[in-house]
């Protein structure tokens, strides 16, 4: 079931209908959820508490009530995982501390709006952080991971307060950055007309995000204040230094700033591993809260990718297994962290006969 059907609630619907999956939805404006019927968004537009998913793509500010009020009823469905898409994840995460509710924020997005822009394959190919928690039940995360994975997302784990940070670095800060490069070319361009008939490739490109819906910003930037706010302290800092190489034709600096960022930026293009390069890391845990959580946020924390996970229950006491799919190259760092914090584990070619 999906709760808000506009442009991130709508996309999720329509992959997940693609996937086989029958989705029921509401929206704030019923008109909005017959649109998304119409669109193949939805199935049926209408509450479903038998659902075994139910993602709330609502406004951060709102949905700490929407999925405390679905957790604590006894008419909704006590198995249904419960996620949403807020880009904000603390103050959420703090408000909703129940074990089948997982955190998760799809790093995909549109210069369009609402449910007309809404495409099944928005997704394909995106990251979508989770953020677990000691309370987290590692079925619930296994599940919604499993779904996100089935609709072409690159699952992440992060702790909600790092997933904040980061976010204010690669999300939240250029998105204002762009608006402001924007409102500043457009001011420019009520005195040179040509101006904006000047603009290239590369500042539509960095002025894309900034066509994308205003209203949501002011409560992200209320939620995330403190990290946007050091950000831009940063942003301004280096924009200063970026002026003074150039106002003092200083080469040197300016090559090396320029070099940096261009090797950064080549280096987000590496291909993910071929199915023959991945691994399976066996690793017996105690089941109690936090166990699960600690392992796929030191993967993250780690730069190494989970490409699949599955838990398995012990019948005989409080012990499991939990078995995550990584790259080869990358399974003797992550043994070795584990190893570190006590943990034992094993590794074994992806599909070995257990």
């Not at 995909?108 to 039940?137: K, M």
């Amino acid at each position: 079931m999906i709760i808000g059907t506009g442009l991130i609630g709508g996309s999720v619907g329509m992959a997940l209908r693609e996937k086989g999956w029958h989705v029921t939805g509401t929206d704030s404006d019923p008109a909005t959820a017959a649109r998304a019927v119409e669109l193949g968004a939805l199935d049926v537009a209408g509450e479903d508490r038998d659902a075994d998913l139910v993602v709330v793509a609502t406004p951060v500010h709102v949905a700490a009530d929407i999925i405390s009020a679905i957790l604590a009823s006894p008419e909704w469905n006590p198995d249904a995982v419960v996620t949403d898409v807020g880009s904000v994840k603390g103050p959420l995460v703090r408000a909703v501390d129940r074990p089948r509710f997982v955190g998760g924020h799809p790093m995909a997005g549109s210069e369009q709006s609402g449910i007309e822009g809404a495409t099944a394959d928005l997704f394909v190919g995106a990251i979508w952080v989770l953020t677990p928690t000691p309370s987290t039940d590692p079925g619930a995360y296994g599940q919604i991971r499993s779904v996100l994975a089935d609709l072409g997302a690159d699952v992440v784990a992060l702790e909600p307060a790092e997933h904040d940070s980061l976010v204010a670095v690669v999300s939240h800060v250029p998105h204002l950055t762009a608006a402001t490069m924007m409102a500043l070319a457009s001011d420019l361009g009520e005195e040179h007309g040509a101006l904006l008939q000047l603009a290239a490739g590369g500042f539509r490109d960095m002025t894309r995000i900034a066509a994308g819906q205003p209203t949501i910003w002011p409560g992200i930037c209320d939620d995330n204040a403190e990290a946007i706010v050091e950000t831009l302290d940063l942003l301004i800092a280096a924009l200063g230094d970026m002026r003074r190489h150039v106002a003092s034709h200083d080469h040197r600096s300016l090559l090396a700033v320029l070099d940096r960022a261009a090797t950064a930026r080549r280096a987000m293009g590496d291909r993910a591993p071929r199915p023959e390069e991945l691994v399976e890391i066996r690793i017996p845990v105690l089941d109690r809260p936090g166990t699960f959580a600690e392992i796929a946020v030191l993967a993250t924390e780690l730069g190494i990718n989970i490409f699949d996970v599955e838990i398995a229950h012990s019948v005989e006491g409080d012990r499991g297994v939990l078995v995550v799919v990584i790259g080869a190259a990358e399974a003797a760092t992550f043994t070795d962290a584990l190893s570190a914090k006590g943990h034992r584990s094993t590794t074994m070619p992806v599909g070995t006969v257990r």
